[in-house]
């Protein structure tokens, strides 16, 4: 996570003040001053984290006033003497300073103070990401997320993995930002959703006249990440040709445009998703073993919510308080979202809470929820589910096969169903259209 200190250092004696300005510039952005009137308009026009100042100014002790200004800010505010005077050093606590150092032992102990506000930063932003932007309670999720949020790891790639519907997005934005900064570029381009032919020309760029309909020079979505980050959502539907020119790319990051003689740079730190199994698929020989190696630099694996369901009633209170139209659930409404697997994940249940604040009941019963979700009560729908045909297609084709099977099968009936139309096929199936064109190519459902 990145963190960079807004420090005031008040110090009259300049030799001293480079002294603390070398032992305090690589925590963040240095203002100085010499004397109280200077540091009082610094404050005001302002904010700092982190205020330093002498206890002795010119013209007296007048440090304890760069005290009482700093404590306005929240400042975490430490003061420096050379003086052993304890009517001074009470009257500095009692006019708001946090710590008091002796001169001598500034370099030796003054970096422990500055590391301990940084890790305060950093744990109250966490707990705000964690109920704000990526709720969740599950403690390894947690410390996943925390590493990556916490360690410089540009130069690196990361692949972020797990089911549809899990957040994978969101979370690369949320690390996009943090590895890059917020003003950083964030290119996200969701290679599923683009027919391979033009997907060259989407990450590339081409020239004008490159091909029929190119009346323009367009630039890629590599170019536009130059110095930010490019999230590259569902990578495991490129084509083998494709992955060849993005494993070229990114391992050298220069790259031709479509039509072009002369090669393009582009620095930006990568970030793929995907809801497939890589490794199977490179056992399969449908993706390269080389370009997974070079985009899973570093890794996570978002679990589904039937893994976590500790985290499904917070989702419901956190998607609550994003409708404008407030409803309560009764218990038994929450326990049976909390019981349910959610297959679709994240998303569906979002969907679902959204369809609730539609229904226009300000309060949620049992009743009302199954009607919204379409079916009986999950212990209902269990035990109705599984029988014998499936167990025993399962001891011959393992779960894997019969998920496959199933997949086959659902998505060929809804096609025939909606005459195609891919649209009523993934409202039907409730799933990501990305997810849906997956199958269509594993299968090879035309």
Request: charged fraction near 25%.
């Amino acid at each position: 996570m990145k963190t960079t200190l807004r420090i005031l250092v008040v110090e009259d004696d300049k030799y001293f003040l480079q002294h603390l300005r070398e032992i305090l510039s690589p925590f963040g952005l240095l203002e100085t001053a010499t004397d109280w009137p200077t540091a009082a308009q610094l404050l005001k026009n302002n904010h700092f984290d982190l205020v330093v100042t002498d206890l002795h100014l010119p013209g007296g002790p007048e440090g304890i006033q760069v005290l009482d200004a700093a404590r306005t800010q929240h400042a975490m505010r430490i003061m420096l003497t050379s003086s052993d005077d304890d009517a001074l050093i009470r009257l500095a606590y009692a006019q708001g300073a946090q710590h008091v150092l002796t001169k001598t032992q500034a370099r030796e102990h003054l970096p422990a103070f500055v590391r301990s506000l940084l890790t305060q930063r950093d744990h109250q932003k966490l707990s705000r990401i964690f109920a704000e932007r990526f709720p969740t309670k599950d403690e390894g999720l947690i410390a996943e997320i925390t590493r990556l949020l916490t360690s410089p790891w540009q130069g690196r790639s990361l692949l972020i993995t797990g089911p549809t519907g899990t957040g994978k997005s969101v979370l690369g934005k949320l690390l996009a930002e943090s590895i890059a900064g917020a003003g950083a570029p964030f290119v996200h381009i969701n290679c599923s959703e683009i027919p391979d032919n033009l997907l060259e020309s989407e990450l590339f760029g081409h020239e004008k006249g490159a091909f029929t309909g190119a009346d323009q020079r367009r630039e890629g979505k590599l170019k536009a990440a130059d110095g930010g980050v490019l999230f590259l959502d569902e990578v495991g539907t490129m084509s083998p040709s494709m992955q060849q020119k993005l494993l070229k790319a990114i391992e050298e990051k220069t790259f031709f445009p479509v039509g072009a003689n002369k090669p393009e740079k582009s620095a930006f730190t990568l970030i793929t998703a995907t809801c497939e199994n890589l490794p199977e698929k490179i056992r399969q020989g449908n993706f390269r073993e080389d370009l997974y190696f070079r985009i899973a630099s570093l890794n996570i694996r978002l679990p589904s919510l039937a893994e976590r369901k500790g985290d499904i009633e917070g989702f419901v209170r956190f998607f609550q308080q994003q409708s404008p139209r407030r409803f309560v659930m009764t218990p038994e409404a929450t326990r049976l979202m909390s019981e349910r697997n959610w297959p679709g994940n994240i998303r569906e249940l979002r969907q679902a809470i959204l369809a609730l604040a539609d229904i226009g009941q300000g309060v949620v019963d049992v009743s009302s929820l199954q009607k919204v979700l379409g079916e009986v009560t999950v212990a209902t729908a269990s035990a109705g589910l599984v029988n014998d045909e499936i167990r025993e297609h399962v001891r011959k084709h393992g779960l894997r096969g019969y998920f496959q099977y199933v997949e086959k099968e659902l998505a060929q009936e809804a096609l025939a169903r909606h005459q195609g139309k891919i649209t009523l096929c993934i409202k039907e199936l409730k799933i990501s259209s990305s997810a849906f064109y997956r199958i269509l190519q594993e299968h090879q459902i035309g």
